[in-house]
């Protein structure tokens, strides 16, 4: 199961108030701020991403978003192997 979405973590958009016809639908962006919940929609975050068309048609760098229009990207896993690690596979 997936984690929570959080503060700092990196989604893609994958709805809107629009639904399928939401222009930012496929940007990427980075959570910032929880901004409260509502009544329909649930939480909503405040997000940081280039060109992302706010809920009055203007274009900047934040928008909102419903918890469901993100689809959390997980962050790589880690593939180095720390100092002991290389010592118990040798």
Avoid: Y
């Avoid at 973590?9 to 980075?30: F, Q």
């Avoid at 706010?54 to 959390?72: I, P, Q, R, V």
């Amino acid at each position: 199961m997936q984690e929570p979405i959080k503060k700092d973590d990196m989604c893609v958009v994958i709805g809107g108030a629009l639904g399928p016809e939401s222009p930012n639908k496929g940007k990427i962006v980075t959570v910032r701020q929880l901004k409260g919940e509502h009544s329909e929609f649930g939480k909503i975050w405040k997000c940081e991403g280039r060109e992302l068309v706010t809920e009055l048609g203007c274009l900047g760098m934040f928008a909102d978003f419903a918890s469901s229009w993100l689809k959390k990207i997980e962050p790589p896993k880690n593939t180095k192997l720390t100092e002991k690690e290389k010592e118990l596979v040798d």
